[in-house]
Structures are given as structure tokens and as C-alpha cells.
């Protein structure tokens, strides 16, 4: 098992490029796929997601494994049920125990031909593409909005359209959003009134020179760091990010700043400096929209001893995996005990006798195949003299294949088993 050890500088003074968003990226690659005559897109995401649909789109075989990628497993689904041929879509061990049941029966819906191979309600999926026919159907939106973007993007495309009426509580709305905003730019018409999303059938049409912005999730780790530096003079400049993202997690501005960042916008980028902060305590925040900032927050407000109540992240006991309970379980390994209720909210109040976190030995923390976990905990080495420990760190080429990299750019130190990097 490969750890990284990871010793913090006593300030960041540093400039990123960031990865580009996987979220648009994948979506931009179906939308593109979808249009009659598709054309090269610009700055597409390097990480192990996009990397998974670009390969299933362009060699075109009938096995395609995604691997642990959940986002490609769910779009795949819906864009092979539309394809002529015989597909096997699978994944990693992970995989096969990630629901899909909801996804699938809608698709069986509007006439996809889609049979589970081993356990029902999981991948692998054995796919007999053709035409779907569309229609009217409903969705529980509390799940995942992975399956209502995968519906959608298809609906174009199905002979009858499809009108998609959501149900439950609706869960990472601005996904929704941005898929919308997405299919428009591709040329589509998408009617969006209360809780019914209502799609023709028509063209999808090829954007001329489509760039992918760079990616909000991964700046978000950079907000953190700056929030948990002790040093006031801390300045993080990020490339490629604008004031009006097409990305939910864009979030993280307004809510960083009571955590003590603010964010400059440039002609490039944003510049983030320390500030005074203003979070009213204990913190109460409803995640229901940006449920992947969860663990990146969740870390920040530990360590700054902020007390908190997060709700709406009943998706992350599906993700890759049980976030809820790693991150339980990781701030454990520091003395902190979170509270989970009802399996979607998250409460925590610092000890009574506060910790002294900068003379404890340096924890391993477990990463659960999930790179959030890798990359949300190691900012913590900002505050432990010793430096924190990850295991399994290769787990962030999921995302943000560089974030190491640019760690030792910004005078972090990085010791694989011993063995500086």
C-alpha cells in the first residue's frame, strides 16, 4: 500500500491551474456524441471519469468497463440504450454495488432494453440498444441527479420526446441546472416549470470551439487550505474560474467567505487571501444542492473548532463511497466524534477540553477508493506539526490527477513510504 506523508509550508504563496470540470466534461462528450456531426472539444477534464467515457464513446466495443467511475456508468447507461448494438457496461468491485435500479427502470420506461448480469439493481447491465420511444414518466429526485442528466440528454433524441415530472425531495439541483444549460447550448429546447422538465424531440447541433472551464470542486480544496493556514499573509491564485460558473459548486465563494476566505475575481481567475471570519456559530448549512463540497467543509470546520449542522447528503452514502461514515470515521482518528442522523445530516460541536492537534503523531487517514477523502484531509497537515498521512493517494486521479503535483509546487512536502517524492 503506497501513504503519502504530507508536511505543510508555513504559508501559501502559489498560483494553479486547475483541472478542468469532469462535470461539464462528461456531460459536453454525450451532447457532442449525440449531434449529427460532432466537433473537437476544448479542455476536456484529464481525469480518470472523463478519461472512462471518452474511451467508451470512441472505441465503441461491446464490453466497456468504467472502473470506479459512477458518472460514466450512469450516462453510459442511457446513451448506449439509444445506440444500435449489444453492450456490457461494468466496473470495479465498488461499482457493482452502486445502485442503478431507479436509472434503469426509467429507461425500461420510455423502451430501453437493459437486463442486470449479476445482482439485480446493480451493474454490470447487459444493453440491447435501439431508438427509445419516450414519453411521460416520473423520477424520485432524492437519489441522484446523475439519473434525471442521463435522461435527459437522451430526450432529444427519443421519437416522442420525453416530459420527466420530479418527485421527493429534489437532490443537487444545480447538476440539473447545468445539464439544462448545457443541452441549450447544443441547440435544444428544454422547458423547465416547477417540478416538470419537458423536452421535444429535435437536433442536438455541434458548438463551434466548446471549452470546458476549469473546475469549482477542485478550487475547493484550495479555499480550504487558505481557511486552515495560520498565516495571514496566505495568497492562492486559481486560473480559469468566473464569477458566472455554469457549476452549482460555485457555491463555495459565499460560503467560504464566513470561513474566513475572500475571493477576487480576475480577468483570469480568482485570487483567494485570508479575512476575518463572520460564520455564525454553530454553522447550519443545507448541502442539498453542492453535496460534494460536504467533506471539504465538514474537514475546515473541525479543524477550526466551528461547530455545525449540515443537511441534504443522503446522496453521499452512494457515492464512491459511504462518505458520511468515512468522514465519522477519519475525524475519529483525531479525537472528533460527528454525529450522523437520519443518514442525511451531519452535526458536530468541539470537546469540552480543546485538542492540541499541532503535537499528536500523524494519523493514516484511510481514503475508501474516494478521492474527495484524499484531498479534502490532506489541507489538515496545516495544522499538525508532523504532517498528516494518506493512504492509497492515487485515488484523486479520479478528479484532479495533478493535486500532488501541485502540492510540491506550493512548497508542500511529500514522502512516499519514506521516500521523498
Known sequence: MTTYQIEAPDTLQTSISLPSSKSISNRALILNALCKTPKPLINLSVCDDTEAVIKALHEQKEIINVGAAGTAMRFLTAFLSGQPGHFTLTG??????????????ALRTVGAKIEYLEKEGFPPLQIEGQTLKGGEI?????????????LLMMAPVMTHGLRLHLTGKIISMSYIHLTIRLMRQ?????????????????RYTAV????VESDWSAASYWYEMVALCKNDAATVTLSGLWPDSLQGDAGIVDLFETLGVETSFTPSGITLTKKQRTVVSPLIFDFISMPDMAQTVAVTCVMLQIPFRFTGLQSLKIKETDRLHALRTELQKFGYLLEIQNDHTLVWSPPVIARNEASQPPPVISTYEDHRMAMAFAPISLCMRKGIL?????????SYPSFWNDLKKSNFIITENGQER
Request: charged share 25%; proline share 7%.
Open 390 to 398: 494518506i493512504a492509497d493517494p492515487e485515488v484523486v486521479s479520479k
Open 208 to 211: 463551434d470551439h466548446f471549452t
Open 186 to 202: 447544443f441547440g435544444v429546447h428544454v422547458q423547465l416549470e416547477g417540478r416538470t422538465i419537458t423536452v421535444p424531440p429535435q
Open 92 to 105: 470495479t468491485e465498488r461499482m457493482k454495488n452502486r445502485p442503478v435500479r431507479l436509472l434503469v427502470d
Open 138 to 150: 416520473s423520477i424520485d429526485g432524492s437519489v441522484s441527479s446523475q439519473y434525471i442528466s442521463a
